[in-house]
Structures are given as C-alpha cells and as structure tokens.
C-alpha cells in the first residue's frame, strides 16, 4: 500500500471492503439483538447496591483493584455510595451513585495505611470480598461464599 509504484487503486479498494463490511455487520446488528451481543458485546453489572457482583466482574475479567481505581477516579469513598457501576459493551463505565449512601467496603489501596486509618469506619460489617452487608449472625456470605467480614466505611 505504501509504495508509490501500486498507485491510489489498491488502497482505495481495502478501505472501501472495511467500509462495507462495517457498514454490512452495523445493519445486521441494527436487525438482530443477538448478532449485536455477539459482535459489539453487552452491558455488564459489576456493582449492584453497594456489593460487587463477583461473576460478572469473572466474566469481563475486571479485577477488583481495576474496578476500585475506577470508583475512586469517580470520587467514591466506599461501596456504599455505588447504586450500580455498569460495564458498557464499548468498555467504558457507566455509574449510578445511590441517593442515600450506606456503610460499604473501603476502596483504598491496603498499601496506603495511613489513608484506611483516617476513615471513618461504622460497626456494620461487610463481606471483604464483594461488600456485602452482614445478616445478623451469617458466617458465609450469601453473594460469594466467602468468610471474612470487615468492619464498613460510614
């Protein structure tokens, strides 16, 4: 393509194949909602009511710390101010901040210890895997199975 011997014809051909095939695969996509899944992806829940939905996060490969960056680029304190953080198909995230924030899981770093020592913690306690809010006496968290409680950030 780059050399001037070819000409402008065979660049103009492969840009116009690329145009028509991304022209043809948005029609298609436009008509059939499971074509687009497939080939544009879909919407992804990773926070829902100040917990972290663990499968999803599995799904789209977002690690806990990536999605914790991100919460704390949007100026969350904690879980509990998240209503719903949303994966868009094109990779971007969408959030939905909650009306009345509740105690959630702290999104600091563990390394910067002395930022966790200024927060303000609450004696409601949550799931250190997902944020989940402890029922009562519950030894298992029902969202992700795991066993280890924290203490909230009010």
Partial sequence: ?????????????????VVIF????????????RFEKITQGACS??????????EAMLTTRITKDRLFAQLRCSGIKHLGEVERLYLEA?????????GKAKPGLTIIPSIDEAMLQ???????????????????????CSRCNADFWVNAVA
């Fill in 22 to 33: 991304q022209q043809l695969i948005a029609n298609i996509a436009k008509r059939n909602e």
């Fill in 90 to 98: 094109n990779g971007n995230f969408s959030l939905k901040r909650a």
């Fill in 118 to 140: 200024k927060q303000e913690y609450s004696s409601t306690q949550v799931c250190e895997q997902c944020g989940t809010n402890k029922n009562g006496t519950d030894l298992i």
């Fill in 1 to 17: 393509i780059q050399t001037p011997e070819r000409g402008l014809l065979p660049a103009v051909i492969i840009v116009s194949v």
């Fill in 45 to 54: 829940i990773l926070v829902e009511d100040g917990a972290m939905c663990t």
